[in-house]
């Protein structure tokens, strides 16, 4: 007789979930690091850990809140500036005890009314507070939203491939089916409404039904941005097909170019006019882990509903509860990042140099890692528009494909394993994110720091390159 | 055709969780308080809500860590005490890039080696840290753990009766069965190893493979601690039965008698030598939501595995990793409750004096609540041995019955509902604890501030004298 947490008792669905991020490639990478190699870790979209410093305003702000015993110290001012102290008492009165009270289990009211706010001065449409949940990270909400619509295996979400695992992941945890999308690499890795069409109908002849579509914008692992014209009509398509439209909008100020600036879902739905803008059931998350912000250890996020019945949103705040609340602290990142500093505002120029100086650093490696990868023998990658991510196809020559299936491992994971031994790049392998058949890729972040930028691109050029001529070559394969 | 997030094409194991700590009484309160009444939040064990303080040395060492520029600064010494400065050092030092990283999903290493210390100081056993994983509070270790096993409406849970609804909720939405066992109030709200006995065999007669026994100790709602005879006892039942033990032990530190002091279920297990101790599958909870800390709003918490297979252990990894990692602030919270001051620390003499203020006062103010509902009329309650909470039996007089059924109301709920409106005292109806049929109760927390506490006495005993009165006299019926 088994017991509870024996393996082969365990429910299926945890069992059925894979996680690349974290996966193969980051254990690995985690085993060479203890044993004293130095990993360049670019598997995680996680600044701060590649040495992106903190926004000084956020930090003194939630310090000042950790500690309240200090606004009344005669020598705060000495330490923090006025503002922050300002700032600080500001969100504490929005608390009923400070950060370590529980808050409402959809996050503090007074911030859910600045995000609110802030949606508005962004989309020129007000938002109402009350349909605005605060989360843990982003991943929490929409875990929780996929959660709440998936009944079995028979109900599908439509989700872009390549994707952010996140999606697949939870779709398997809660049980239900991945309808894939193909975006297409060779326009920019665009939306194309016709794949999306048969995607639908494909799924609905195998008896699924397909309850909502994911996109991610700016994309991950991809990296474009959508346009107007593809918001529109994935709305329309959406409105038609009576699907949930889940938008993943965390990169909305990760954007490297200026032709395609970041325009939310929800202000295209809007713009469009009823009857569509008050049809389409649209849930859109946010979060301080990304931006310019990178707070990832903060875990603070929110998801905004429009269109969703209140008696759904009810059960929405129930599920919420039993959690209780989000973490208090990342709200009030939250609200930084929504109501920053002002012009006038003591803080105000730091805060803006500061930001600055991170985005055009993004936006300077985004163009250095296109580059490099595109200088490689048998790479080719489309340009970082937006988001954190270079996702380069890596042509794998027959040989490699082979020797790779012969070490039983799938092609991409193999190039990247070796990739990782001989340089320390830990990067994650396409397969984690789907890609077409027989097409290979890897992401990795632009995240290392620019002054490292060149010497990680000429490393993996040159491990690379040795690859594909190892295997390119008629001799290479008894070299191995 | 319906959309995706209409109410009736949601999950339904969504909509089939209750959630009584949050609900009808907890939303009427909050209406209540924003039409401008005083209302007294006793429904959730939320310590600074109720003008609880901080401690302060954690308090420092988090706003340090959230502030590392503040290291450099000389005038730092005049705001922060040198031990919280050399504390944060450390904590920082642990992480891969401050608390704005991702850290593993799992926790920071450096911060599960100083829990396994604990328990070892703690229990005399030496854990293992790759066994110990942090989450954003231990309600989410709770759901993770459920949500590892259940495979359907198959699979049940024993749980206590009356019990915390995180249980009943979190079952629920895995889509599992609760199996009750009844505690005996009688009997200080203690276990009958009979009791449940029967109750595994009646969950087996209707098919259900019941997978894990949940106890509560010191107890929520029940407020008693168990003794090491009635954890042997259990623990021989458990191994018997193959059943995982989940121990949730966040009020360890909450205890108020000096004749059962606590003693952690995975003490006990070793204390019994093998082979039990190498049997029994034991996942044990804690958090800095409790305790003299309450930092609830920060959400930190951990579990301990024992005895569960390697293979099992992969499989919770993984699926934390889908939501990248818990909030880091939290993490440090947590090291600092598992390694507060010591003897000789700058700090140590404050962090003893505040902690000491915080318990001895919920030690009085046990004894004035469970003293004041005794003084009531029908009312009779069992002493708070242990954690945050009063369970007063409310002894409903038929024709109050007959009124709350005629209104549409569970009894107890209408009962706590006027409680409510005529003094503001906002509790949690025994209903949505489970109780045995015919008997009812209320929870409240023992939280409100000390020096409230005889008048908030006061004030249920008039509300509650008065109630009984009416229903209790003849003409009482008519002059409702």
Known sequence: MSKGLDHETLNENVKNVQYAVRGE???????????????????VGNPHALGQKPLSFPRQVVALCQAPF???????????????????????????????????????????????????????????????????GASKGVMQMLNTMIRGEK???????????????????????????????????????????????????????????????????TGQCLSIEDLQELLRFCSREKLVLLADEVYQQNVYQDERPFISSRKVLMDMGTPISKDVQL???????????????????????????????????????????????????????VNPPKPGDISYQKFVQESKTILESLRKRAHIMTNGFNSCRNVVCN???????????????????????????VPDVYYCLKLLEATGISTVPGSGFGQKEGVFH???????????????????????????????????YSRM
Chains 1, 2 share one sequence.
């Open 383 to 409: 340009f970082t528009e937006g988001a954190m991510y270079s996702f380069p196809q890596i042509r794998l020559p027959p040989k490699a494909i082979e020797v790779a299936k012969m070490a039983g491992k």
């Open 155 to 221: 109900d599908g979400i439509l989700v872009p491939v390549p994707q952010y695992p996140l999606y697949s992941a939870a779709i398997a945890l809660c049980g239900g089916s991945l309808v894939p999308y193909y975006l297409e690499e060779s326009a920019n890795w665009g939306l194309d409404v016709n794949n999306l069409r048969q995607s639908v109908a494909q799924a609905r002849s195998n008896g699924i039904t397909v309850k909502a579509m994911v996109i991610i914008n700016p994309g991950n692992p």
């Open 283 to 337: 849930v859109s998350f946010h979060t301080v882990s990304k931006g310019y912000w990178g707070e990832c250890g903060q875990r603070g996020g929110y998801f905004e509903m429009t269109n969703i019945p209140a008696e759904s949103v009810d059960e929405i705040y129930k599920v919420a509860s039993i959690s209780l609340s989000p973490n208090v602290p990342g709200q009030i990142f939250l609200g930084l990042m």
């Open 70 to 136: 200090l606004l009344d110290d005669p020598n705060v001012g000495l330490v923090f500036p006025a503002d922050a102290i300002a700032r600080a008492k500001h969100y504490l009165s929005l608390t009923s005890g400070g950060l370590g009270a529980y808050s409402d289990s959809r996050g503090l009211p007074g911030i859910r009314k600045e995000v609110a706010e802030f949606i508005e001065r962004r989309d020129g449409y007000p938002s109402d507070p009350e349909l605005i949940f605060l989360t843990d």
């Open 442 to 476: 890897l992401r990795t972040t632009i995240l290392p720091a620019e002054e490292d930028m060149p010497a990680i691109m000429d490393s993996f050029k040159k491990f690379n390159d040795a690859f594909m001529e190892q295997y390119e070559d008629q001799r290479g």
């Open 25 to 43: 490639l980051y254990l690995r990478a985690s085993e060479l690091q203890k044993e004293g190699k130095k990993i360049i870790f670019t598997n």
